[in-house]
Structure formats: C-alpha cells, structure tokens
Nanobody, 117 residues
Framework: QVQLVESGGGMVQSGGSLRLSCVAS????????MSWVRQAPGKGPEWVSS???????YYAESVKGRFTISRDNDRNTLYLQMNSLKPEDTALYYC???????????WGRGTQVTVSS
C-alpha cells in the first residue's frame, strides 16, 4: 500500500525543538521529491520545505535557518528537524510526495505541532 505516515508532533514552548518523521511505504522515497507542508487553523496550506532526489534542499523564508529537512534512505523515512520554534509555527504538518511540476500527489494524515508562548 502506497502511503505516508507522519509522527513526532506535540506541544512545546517557544524556543523548543521537535523532530517530525514521515515513513513512506509502497514506494522508494529517496527516488522522489519530498516535501513538508503545514496548515495552521483557519489558514490555507503553506509549503515549508522540500528535498529533491539529488538531496537539494529548499526552505520557506519563514523557517530558513531554523528547520532542516533530511531523510534516511535505509528507513525510507523523511525528517523535519524544527528548532527555535515560535507560536506561529503552530500547525498540522504533512509530508507529501512532490511531482516534478511542484504538485503534491500523495499526502500523509499529518501530525500536530503546537507551540505555546
């Protein structure tokens, strides 16, 4: 079964850290362009970060310098290390398989991140 399953969310205080994980099954994530996307309450989805099959990494300006995307090919797992968290980072975080046109063709169910001030 082709799916993505996120974990690692939680509640932290401002300035804290979390590491999100996304386990891929049914396909080889290392061969694909993968992304993290978040959605805050009452807002639309916001792209956060992407990693290409060649390990090029891209970040939204709002998270650059604080978040790091990576993956473990042996575990077929994508990660998002989030440091110096801010209340405005509060959102449901999804990992998504990304097409070469930048669309998202497979989504996980998300993991909630809540940052208190």
């Amino acid at each position: 079964q082709v799916q993505l399953v996120e974990s690692g969310g939680g509640m932290v205080q401002s300035g804290g850290s979390l590491r999100l994980s996304c386990v891929a099954s049914g396909f080889t994530a290392s061969s694909d362009y993968m992304s993290w996307v978040r959605q805050a309450p009452g807002k639309g989805p916001e792209w956060v970060s992407s990693i290409t099959s060649g390990d090029n990494r891209y970040y939204a300006e709002s998270v650059k310098g604080r978040f790091t995307i990576s993956r473990d090919n042996d575990r077929n797992t994508l990660y998002l290390q989030m440091n110096s968290l801010k209340p405005e980072d509060t959102a449901l975080y999804y990992c998504a398989r990304t097409t070469k046109w930048g669309d998202f063709d497979l989504w996980g169910r998300g993991t909630q991140v809540t940052v208190s001030s």
